[in-house]
Structure formats: structure tokens, C-alpha cells
């Protein structure tokens, strides 16, 4: 079936604007996190999402940044006023319902590159 | 605390095994996962081990785990120039929901 998508691949944008980066994670999947990987380090994790419990934002490194989910599928995540140290790659991952015996194992979009001038 | 600590690059000659070392820190993990990123790719799933095993073998790949040591490893054999990749190890804990601490991943350059 279908894999993890994100949009836009890619993403150009000055500083000071905001931006948003949409996730659509695979059908039936419950779970969706959203990560950060800068050039040359390792994934940043940034907020989780499970079914409609409130979301674990303890990744969000500033007030800037935002997410939702709508219906329990779409994630959209959102930063504000963008920063040149915002840019990075952003990718989604999905994870199959709690009850699941894979329910750990996250699978990933192939990510947004944003890039903030 | 969590962390995971990968080298970070690892060139071999194509045909040779290569071998991915990966160590953590957090003895309640339960899951531990590789993913392979091709240049401008997103993650692929490519294996993960319970921690109650201590060895995986899936075609060409052998993961071994020990968790007294805390140290994880991916053998590839045959290594192919399509395996050259960054490849990241994680760790999770199932503790009803989990998120992935990964490592900054390893560069492995497989030359012809």
C-alpha cells in the first residue's frame, strides 16, 4: 500500500515567513511524529501524536514551532517567523495502532527540505 | 539519559562484510531498529530486534545485540554499491507509545 507522503519535497523560504509542512501518514496508522535532521547531525524528535490523546510537544524547540492533526490522519506542522537555523530536513513517521504487534515500528515519509534564506 | 552513539563513516570494497556498531545508553529499551537514508531520501526501515533476542538474520543483513554491553550491530554481507548509504540506529521503549532515539548515523561508502 501507500508509504508516508510529505509536501512540498522541498521548500524555499525567507526568513521571518512562516511555513507549513503537511504529512499524510499511511491509512490505518494511529500514531504520527514528526522529526528534524540538520546537516550532519542525528533526528531531532519534535512532537507525537496518538489517536485523539493530546500530543507530547516535548520536542518543540521553541514556541514558533507548531502541529495538528485534523481527523486523526493529516498532520500539518507549521513555523513561524522561520529562522536560518530552522532549516533542515522534516520528516514524518507513522506507526500502526497501539494493539498492533508493530505498533513501535515507525515508518517514514521521505521529508520536506526546508530551506530558510 | 538516552543516547545512542554511532562512528560516523565506514568505507569497505564492494563483496567485503561491513560492520555497523551502534551503542545506547538506556538499559529499558525494548526495540531497536536500523534504517538506511539514501541521499535525499527519507528513512527505510531496513531491520529491528526485540531486546530479548540477541541476533536477527534477514538475507544479507545479521543484527546482533548485547544487552549487557548495550552495543548493537549491522552486518551487511556482500556489501553492494547500492548499500552505500547513512545508515541510523534507534532505540524505542514501549511504554504504551514510544519515540525513536537515533543515533547521528553512519556513512557507509562502498567502493567498486
Known amino acids: 500500500g501507500a508509504g508516508v507522503s510529505q509536501s512540498p519535497s522541498n521548500k524555499v523560504t525567507e526568513k521571518g515567513k512562516d511555513v507549513e509542512l503537511r504529512c499524510d501518514p499511511i491509512?490505518?496508522?494511529?500514531?504520527l511524529y514528526w522529526y528534524r535532521q540538520s546537516l550532519g547531525q542525528g533526528l531531532e524528535f519534535l512532537i507525537y501524536f496518538q489517536g485523539n490523546s493530546a500530543p507530547d510537544k516535548s520536542g518543540l524547540p521553541s514556541d514558533r514551532f507548531s502541529a495538528e492533526r485534523t481527523g486523526g490522519s493529516v498532520s500539518t506542522l507549521t513555523i513561524q517567523r522561520t529562522q536560518q537555523e530552522d532549516s533542515a530536513v522534516y520528516l514524518c513517521?507513522?506507526?500502526?495502532?497501539?494493539?498492533?504487534?508493530?505498533?513501535?515500528?515507525?515508518?517514514f515519509g521521505p521529508g520536506t527540505r526546508l530551506t530558510v534564506l | 539519559g538516552e543516547d545512542v552513539e554511532q562512528s560516523l563513516f565506514l568505507s569497505v570494497r564492494e563483496g567485503d562484510s561491513s560492520v555497523i556498531n551502534c551503542t545506547y545508553t538506556?538499559?529499558?529499551?525494548?526495540?531497536l531498529y536500523w534504517y538506511k537514508q539514501e541521499p535525499g531520501a527519507g528513512l527505510q526501515l531496513l531491520t529491528y530486534?526485540?531486546?530479548?533476542?540477541d541476533m536477527k538474520q534477514d538475507q544479507r543483513l545479521t543484527v546482533l545485540l548485547n544487552k549487557k554491553d548495550k552495543h548493537l550491530s549491522l552486518r551487511i554481507a556482500d556489501t553492494q554499491t547500492g548499500d552505500s548509504a547513512i545508515y541510523f540506529c534507534?532505540?524505542?521503549?514501549?511504554?504504551?507509545?514510544?519515540?525513536?532515539?537515533f543515533g547521528k548515523g553512519t556513512m557507509l561508502l562502498v567502493s567498486p
Open positions: 530486534i526485540f531486546s530479548n533476542m
Open positions: 491509512s490505518g496508522h494511529t500514531a
Open positions: 534507534a532505540e524505542s521503549m514501549n511504554s504504551g507509545y514510544s519515540t525513536l532515539t
Open positions: 513517521a507513522s506507526s500502526p495502532p497501539l494493539a498492533d504487534r508493530d505498533s513501535d515500528t515507525q515508518y
Open positions: 538506556d538499559s529499558s529499551s525494548t526495540y
